[in-house]
């Protein structure tokens, strides 16, 4: 695995010591969960881990992508994990890290599902099946129908000296590549008609926020 890039930050030593305080997925998930959620409205961001540490707010992917990167300071591989749903649902983005042969997750959510993972999982597929039954409309339909395949962020380096890391533009390149990388669907014809509704008190945890609009 190729080194943390430290000299792309060169000419922002202010984040890069905050990077440096973050040493363990623990630490990084407690770091993201302060960040306010950011609500965009029509037009969707997708800010670099600089901009996320300069405005202090993000949404699920600008808060994986962050993740992502100070998982990789502290010296795991930089991953992501896209957990696909219908087109009634939003779609949601971990990072993950590998500890010990198990895989964990660091998660930016506003919600009381969809949160960190500790690393239990024998293989990403377990990782990702553990949100299958928290993943659920008010009405209590289930949404979930699919996960990437590991989204190796070592793929996207600097250009001319403006990579992921550090970029001041939106990472679509890096949305688009998520969004089209490889899934695997959980469930066969006719198996969402024999899923059962989230029940009342699950649907009443899930409204539970951090931060209001």
């Excluded at 659920?136 to 992921?164: C, E, I, N, Q």
Aim: hydrophobic content about 40%; some cysteine.
């Amino acid at each position: 695995m190729r080194r943390f890039p430290v000299a792309e930050f060169k000419a922002f030593p202010k984040e890069l010591a905050v990077l440096r305080t973050l040493r363990t997925p623990a630490a990084i998930q407690d770091f993201v969960n302060g960040f306010e959620m950011n609500f965009t409205g029509r037009r969707h961001t997708y800010a670099s881990p600089l901009v996320v540490l300069r405005t202090g707010k993000a949404h699920c992917m600008e808060g994986a992508m962050l993740a992502a990167a100070a998982l990789w300071h502290a010296g795991y591989a930089p991953m992501l994990l896209d957990l696909k749903t219908t087109n009634k649902d939003d779609d949601h983005v971990v990072a993950l890290f590998k500890e010990g042969g198990h895989w964990g997750a660091v998660s930016k959510t506003n919600h009381a599902v969809l949160r960190y993972r500790d690393a239990v999982y024998r293989d990403p597929r377990e990782l990702a099946m553990s949100y299958f039954n928290e993943y659920f409309l008010d009405s209590g339909v289930k949404t979930m129908r699919s996960y990437s395949a590991p989204f190796d962020l070592l793929k996207y380096g600097a250009k001319h000296g403006d990579g992921w890391l550090t970029s001041r533009g939106d990472l679509l390149n890096i949305a688009a590549a998520l969004d089209f990388s490889r899934h695997f669907q959980i469930l066969e014809k006719g198996d969402a008609r024999k899923l059962r509704l989230a029940d009342r008190s699950e649907i009443e945890a899930g409204k539970i926020v951090e931060w209001k609009k």
